[in-house]
């Protein structure tokens, strides 16, 4: 990517106030003490024990950095950036990663929950056949993760807590280092300190459970609960990633969209639909003229061959086991026997010009053994 334009973009998002704020000083100091206070109560209190509250405490932190990825699928030729926050061994990160083990598996327990491509193959298999009046829809939320007001977001997440955990003390701790990670969240770059105020980080590892939360509560309060969602046949979500079975009118569905996108200024939802075919993660669904449902890999446009170089310095088992590995991907996903055949050729092509030789390929057509 030219640097010109990289360090344009990072200073272009940096320079939305309602998102990020820029810092006189290093803040490390400030946010230790804050933690180190929080743990110290908590630990007075017989919440915590010495040995959580030691986990939780981070000796010479790292200095958080921001970095973007390019969204090539976007633009190709001047890409926006997708801001990630370099956050690995910061003072916030064992917060982060001891949040996140709390909230995932309540996360999994809600109502439209994706966990990956095959939860989401099993959905398909239990479909009844689709009538023609159906539409296959995909639904994307814009920049999800900086779009969350905490409040908003604190407030979904205490809601979840409430439901799963009786011990009051033991929510507010965990709210308390929420807010802590939420409000906290700095980072550096180009020699200057930035927080962000608004929404949490990608890289930060309690952001998903946080953002799934935030979209649950949303679901609960201002999806399900409206009229049109009677022509709702399915709903799920792998983040902001939404795939959803329509039987109704297009105009009603448009309607819902419009709706959708009235209900906070900050949440745009995007939208796909078809009568017969769309994408969603790394699969194609197709509805057949009898409704049932066929489903192929998926590859954006823009998807260049990155597999792993043969010439690479992996061990020997890692090169060996991918084309393995892809094939098994091929297996699960793609359920027409032709399909399947093209797909298989594409790989075996994709990784001959990474340099695998023949031998290794001849493997991948044997599906994987069922036990």
């Known amino acids: 990517m030219d640097r010109h334009h990289y360090i344009t973009e990072i200073n272009r998002q940096l320079s939305d106030e309602t998102v990020y704020r820029k810092l006189d000083r290093d803040p490390t100091n400030h946010v230790s003490e804050k933690i180190r206070n929080t743990l110290s109560r908590y630990k007075h209190m017989g919440i915590i024990d010495d040995s959580i509250s030691t986990y939780l405490t981070k000796l010479s932190p790292i200095t958080p950095v921001i970095y973007v990825l390019p969204k090539i699928h976007k633009n190709l030729h001047n890409p926006p950036g997708r801001p990630i926050v370099a956050s690995t061994d910061s003072i916030l990160s064992p917060l982060s990663i001891f949040l996140e083990k709390v909230l995932t598996p309540m996360i999994k327990e809600t109502k439209s929950f994706l966990l990956d491509t095959s939860s989401f193959l099993t959905l398909l298999d239990h479909?009844?056949?689709?009538?023609s009046d159906t539409y296959l829809v995909t639904w994307d939320v814009t920049s999800l993760?900086?779009?969350?007001?905490?409040?908003?977001?604190?407030?979904?997440?205490r809601k979840l807590l409430n439901h799963y955990i009786t011990n009051l003390d033991i929510i507010e701790f965990y709210m308390e280092l929420l807010e802590l990670v939420l409000k906290n969240n700095f980072f550096l770059f180009q020699d200057h300190f930035y927080l962000q105020i608004q929404g949490t980080a990608m890289g930060s590892n309690v952001a998903p459970p946080y953002a799934n939360c935030y979209m649950s509560e949303f679901e609960e309060t201002y999806i399900y609960p409206h009229t049109n969602f009677s022509n709702v046949l399915t709903w799920k979500r792998y983040i902001d990633d939404i795939f959803c079975v329509w039987r109704g009118s297009l105009d009603s569905l448009l309607e819902f969209h419009t709706y959708l996108n009235s209900v906070y200024p900050e949440l745009q939802f995007t939208i796909h639909y078809h009568t017969t075919t769309i994408n969603f993660l790394d699969t194609t669904v197709i509805k057949h003229t009898d409704g049932s449902i066929l489903t192929d890999l998926y590859r954006k446009p823009t998807d260049r061959n990155?597999?792993?170089q043969f010439s690479s310095f992996h061990s020997p088992h890692t090169k060996k086991s991918l084309p393995r590995s892809q094939a098994e991907r091929i297996h699960r996903i793609v359920r027409n026997d032709d399909l399947r055949k093209i797909r298989f050729r594409e790989m075996q092509t994709r990784f001959e010009e990474r340099g695998y030789p023949k031998n290794i390929l001849q493997d991948m057509y044997k599906p994987k053994p069922q036990h």
Do not use: M
């Open 306 to 308: 990155n597999l792993l």
């Open 127 to 131: 479909l009844p056949p689709l009538s």
């Open 145 to 157: 993760y900086t779009s969350i007001e905490h409040n908003k977001g604190i407030t979904a997440v």
